[in-house]
């Protein structure tokens, strides 16, 4: 039969504003972000960013990468292809 679909723990920052992501996330934290169905490294660094304040896209831009470099070897060579259920660590240089 069908093995049961695995369990993952989701943030689900997409289903709330970020102000509301931002205060389930203490700045400074620096526990495994997971990866939700939907999520991209950009998605992830622009909720990261929104503890402090609202990022903008140039903010965004200049912060995803550091989370790809920071988590290469669990997503691999693409950026753009996270797979669900993937704990990232936040880059050690984030504001």
């Given at each position: 039969?069908?093995?049961p679909a695995?369990?993952?723990?989701?943030l689900?920052?997409?289903?709330?504003?970020?102000a509301?992501?931002?205060?389930?996330?203490p700045?400074?934290?620096?526990?495994?972000?997971?990866?939700?169905?939907?999520?991209?490294?950009?998605?992830i660094?622009?909720?990261?960013?929104a503890?402090?304040?609202?990022?903008?896209?140039?903010?965004?831009a200049?912060?995803?990468?550091?989370?790809?470099?920071?988590n290469?070897?669990?997503?691999?060579?693409d950026?753009?292809?996270?797979?669900?259920?993937t704990?990232?660590?936040?880059?050690?240089?984030?504001?």
């Amino acid at each position: 039969g069908d093995a049961p679909a695995p369990v993952a723990i989701s943030l689900d920052w997409g289903a709330q504003p970020p102000a509301a992501a931002a205060a389930r996330r203490p700045a400074g934290a620096a526990g495994p972000v997971v990866v939700s169905p939907g999520d991209s490294l950009w998605s992830i660094a622009e909720h990261d960013l929104a503890r402090t304040a609202p990022p903008s896209d140039a903010d965004v831009a200049a912060a995803w990468p550091a989370w790809w470099a920071a988590n290469r070897d669990v997503i691999g060579p693409d950026p753009h292809l996270l797979q669900p259920g993937t704990a990232l660590v936040p880059p050690a240089d984030r504001p």
